[in-house]
């Protein structure tokens, strides 16, 4: 072959290349929530069944705190154990209750965990801003899924609706093994005060069905009174694979989140008289999961 048939064979072959270009691949908007990292409760009303939540743990964050909560699943500590202060559009508080006897009978005690309230701003983490000049954090977003609140080189887990911390007392490094599920009105007082280790991140409606302590009282329920309580607690990965929820997650740097949170900023729907101010509370909204069947 010439070489000004060559020159014209590569032309065409180019030409039929570009005519039909590689098409890139879809960034993707769901990811499937590791399976090692729920948590299933089984709940009771005090009177029958009362449905299963899921928790997300926060290993990327609270490791320590993460790590006593898989043990103490894994032993089998918290089932049996009642949810002893409820405090309506605030707290379910669950585990002992002063005084009380864990339902082995065998008395269960653990070393105090260290504070985990703040650690330094990672620059690898996949995080998404959401609002600058918050009012108790100079930036908050969403890093994997979860409300983090950012000032002074540091970051924190916010006390949105859902979040799950590690009671304690006055002490910082007191917490050992009871547990609160935030609800309500986000509690932001006990942001950085906390050891937060996981999430709600379905069936969250269940903990609705649990009974309420009066706010006289503090919310705490005697072992008199009617009381929710965790019939089992168990890790996905001890759960037989028809017991599994398929989970996921929406990315929150993906164009389809980034287009909500620009549509809540803006307001747009002709409903809205006063469109606000542009600025979102992270607490208005989270990053929303779905069953792997829903897509």
Same mark, same amino acid.
């Given at each position: 072959?010439?070489?000004?048939?060559?020159?014209?064979?590569?032309?065409?072959?180019? +030409?039929?290349? $570009?005519?039909?270009?590689?098409?890139?691949?879809?960034?993707?908007?769901?990811?499937?929530?590791?399976?090692?990292?729920?948590?299933?409760?089984?709940?009771?009303?005090?009177?029958?069944?009362?449905?299963?939540?899921?928790? %997300?743990?926060?290993?990327?964050?609270?490791?320590?705190?993460?790590?006593?909560?898989?043990? +103490?699943?894994?032993?089998?500590?918290?089932?049996?154990?009642?949810?002893?202060?409820?405090?309506?559009?605030?707290?379910? &508080?669950?585990?002992?209750?002063?005084?009380? +006897?864990?339902?082995? &009978?065998?008395?269960? %005690?653990?070393?105090?965990?260290?504070?985990?309230?703040?650690?330094?701003?990672? $620059?690898?983490?996949?995080?998404?801003?959401?609002?600058?000049?918050? !009012?108790?954090?100079?930036?908050?977003?969403?890093?994997?899924?979860?409300?983090?609140? @950012?000032?002074?080189?540091?970051?924190? !887990?916010?006390?949105?609706?859902? !979040?799950?911390?590690? =009671? @304690?007392?006055?002490?910082?490094?007191?917490?050992?093994?009871?547990?609160?599920?935030?609800?309500?009105?986000?509690?932001?007082?006990?942001? &950085?005060?906390?050891?937060?280790?996981?999430?709600?991140?379905?069936?969250?409606?269940?903990?609705?069905?649990?009974?309420?302590?009066?706010?006289?009282?503090?919310?705490?329920? $005697? =072992?008199?009174?009617?009381?929710?309580?965790? +019939?089992?607690?168990?890790?996905?990965?001890?759960?037989?694979?028809? %017991?599994?929820?398929?989970?996921?997650?929406?990315?929150?740097?993906?164009?389809?989140?980034?287009?909500?949170?620009?549509?809540?900023?803006?307001?747009?729907?002709?409903?809205?008289?006063?469109?606000?101010?542009?600025? !979102?509370?992270?607490?208005?909204?989270?990053?929303?999961?779905?069953?792997?069947?829903?897509?």
């Amino acid at each position: 072959m010439r070489v000004w048939q060559f020159s014209v064979v590569l032309a065409l072959v180019g +030409l039929t290349l $570009s005519s039909h270009p590689l098409q890139a691949e879809p960034t993707p908007v769901w990811q499937e929530i590791p399976q090692q990292q729920l948590v299933y409760l089984q709940l009771h009303d005090g009177e029958k069944a009362a449905g299963r939540v899921v928790l %997300q743990l926060a290993d990327a964050f609270t490791p320590l705190t993460s790590a006593r909560f898989r043990q +103490l699943v894994q032993q089998r500590f918290y089932d049996g154990l009642p949810f002893y202060r409820v405090i309506d559009q605030f707290v379910l &508080q669950a585990g002992l209750l002063e005084g009380e +006897l864990h339902p082995s &009978q065998k008395p269960r %005690q653990y070393p105090a965990l260290p504070a985990e309230f703040s650690w330094p701003i990672r $620059s690898n983490d996949p995080y998404t801003p959401v609002q600058s000049g918050d !009012l108790l954090a100079d930036e908050t977003g969403f890093n994997q899924g979860f409300a983090v609140g @950012r000032a002074k080189g540091r970051e924190w !887990l916010i006390h949105c609706p859902n !979040l799950v911390n590690m =009671a @304690r007392d006055a002490n910082p490094a007191s917490a050992t093994t009871d547990f609160a599920i935030m609800q309500g009105q986000a509690p932001r007082h006990l942001d &950085q005060n906390m050891n937060v280790f996981a999430r709600v991140i379905w069936g969250s409606e269940n903990l609705n069905l649990l009974p309420r302590g009066e706010k006289a009282s503090g919310g705490i329920l $005697s =072992a008199q009174q009617r009381r929710g309580s965790i +019939l089992s607690a168990r890790l996905d990965t001890e759960l037989p694979v028809a %017991q599994q929820l398929p989970l996921q997650q929406q990315l929150t740097n993906s164009v389809d989140f980034q287009q909500m949170l620009q549509r809540r900023r803006e307001r747009v729907d002709e409903f809205y008289q006063y469109k606000g101010n542009g600025k !979102l509370d992270i607490c208005y909204l989270g990053a929303p999961v779905r069953l792997k069947s829903e897509q």
